[in-house]
């Protein structure tokens, strides 16, 4: 077990307490993204720069007044790029936005209905993004063959998803997600799919290294104590991996050894 399994989440050469991310959008206004970011406590803040303003519109509130980048790492993302050249362009202004930063989470989806990663544009996008300089986390399929051609590339993190985003279906496929957890040699985040702290969980304990999620949070009646349970579910589940569960068996094992008894 290496030093970056007992401590925090180190992506690009940065180490961050928490390993959950949570997104910015689908709150009723900001202070409640703000008290629901504090709950969390999130460290990496992922903003779709095509529906949130950070600086582009200067008579707007800007996002960055609810949760400075002083306090978090923002994670600009290409929510609602439908192909490459987009996601580029769209991120390149986030890194002028944010005055040189380069830590980017990279989607291009396929279409509007599903909203499942166009993985030929993905792959197109993450070669030009890397070669540009940027650190690049990407949303993914669960194949492990593209999540390894992704990490081949240079992306920093591959995140897989483990339903349609905003599903709230849970991790349907954990014998992929299991596949692509084994061979990465970057961090491997769920993103997409997560509908409460159980799924959470479950994530941690098949041995992502983080998830991130929004929809699950603010679409909650009480998004505020959902965050608080999302942090602690995160937290949980990666006790329990580091842990090790006992083996499933199809018989039973009693609790206490027969032994020595005493009669």
């Known amino acids: 077990m290496n030093d970056s399994q007992l401590t925090g989440l180190t992506i690009a050469g940065k180490t961050y307490s928490s390993r959950l991310l949570v997104g910015s959008g689908k709150y009723k206004d900001l202070e409640q993204t703000r008290l629901a970011t504090e709950a969390s406590g999130a460290d990496i803040i992922t903003v779709a720069i095509r529906r949130v303003n950070i600086g582009q519109d200067t008579n707007a509130p800007s996002l ?15 929510a609602g790029c439908y192909n ?10 986030a890194r002028e936005l944010l005055n040189g930063h380069t830590l980017v989470k990279l989607e291009v989806l396929g279409d509007e209905k599903t909203l ?4 030929p544009e993905t792959l197109k996008a993450a070669e030009t993004l890397v070669k540009d300089g940027f650190d690049v986390m990407v949303y993914c ?29 849970g991790i349907l496929n954990p014998w992929n997600l299991s596949l692509i957890i084994e061979q ?10 997560v509908g409460t702290a159980s799924d959470a969980a479950i994530a941690m304990e098949l041995g992502c290294d983080g ?4 929809t699950a949070i603010a679409g909650a009646q009480d998004p505020i104590r959902m965050a608080r349970a999302m942090k ?18 199809f018989a039973a094992s009693p609790s206490s050894p027969m032994a020595g008894r005493i009669a």
């Open 211 to 214: 998830v991130l999620m929004n």
């Open 184 to 193: 990465a040699k970057v961090p491997v985040l769920v993103d997409a799919g």
């Open 116 to 119: 499942f990663p166009n993985m």
């Open 64 to 78: 960055l007044d609810a949760v400075p980048p002083s306090r978090y790492t923002i994670l600009p993302n290409t």
């Open 84 to 93: 490459a050249k987009d996601a580029v362009y769209t991120l390149q202004l």
């Open 141 to 169: 399929s669960d194949d492990p063959i593209q999540a390894k051609m992704l990490e081949e590339i240079g992306c920093c993190a591959v995140m897989p998803l483990a339903s349609l985003i905003g599903s709230g279906m």
């Open 232 to 249: 602690l579910a995160v937290e949980a589940g990666r006790e329990a991996f580091l842990a090790g569960r006992i083996p499933r068996k």
